[in-house]
């Protein structure tokens, strides 16, 4: 069945750094896009970041672009997601999302989620 396990996550200082990991399995990797998505405390569950399968294609959210960057190794059958200059408002449990078919960016499968906190 698909699994996807996230890590890396933890607390991160203003103007730090961060890199999340979400190893998959049970499914072949390198013919899916993925993603990540962000969930706030008490708000609703925001896309972050996206790559296509072969990683010829990213994609960002508004307020990560310039900052976030989102990479995949096929061969490791692991997608990332490096977090550079976050902000509190960063503060979120991070899932790594699974695409349902091909190159397309809509959620099928997640994770149980990373826990990043942006505090000085």
């Known amino acids: 069945q698909v699994q996807l396990v996230e890590s890396g996550g933890g607390l991160a200082q203003p103007g730090g750094s961060l890199r999340l990991s979400c190893a998959a399995s049970?499914?072949?990797?390198?013919?899916?896009?993925m993603s990540w998505a962000r969930q706030a405390p008490g708000k609703g569950l925001e896309w972050v970041s996206g790559?296509?399968?072969?990683?010829?294609?990213?994609y960002y959210a508004d307020s990560v672009k310039g900052r976030f960057t989102i990479s995949r190794d096929n061969a490791k059958n692991t997608v990332y997601l490096q977090m550079n200059n976050p902000k509190p408002e960063n503060t979120a449990l991070y899932y790594c999302?699974?695409?349902?078919?091909?190159?397309?960016?809509?959620?099928?499968?997640w994770g149980q989620g990373t826990q990043v906190a942006v505090s000085s």
């Open positions: 999302i699974k695409g349902p078919e091909g190159d397309s960016l809509k959620y099928d499968y």
């Open positions: 049970g499914f072949t990797f390198s013919s899916y896009a």
């Open positions: 790559i296509y399968s072969d990683g010829s294609d990213t």
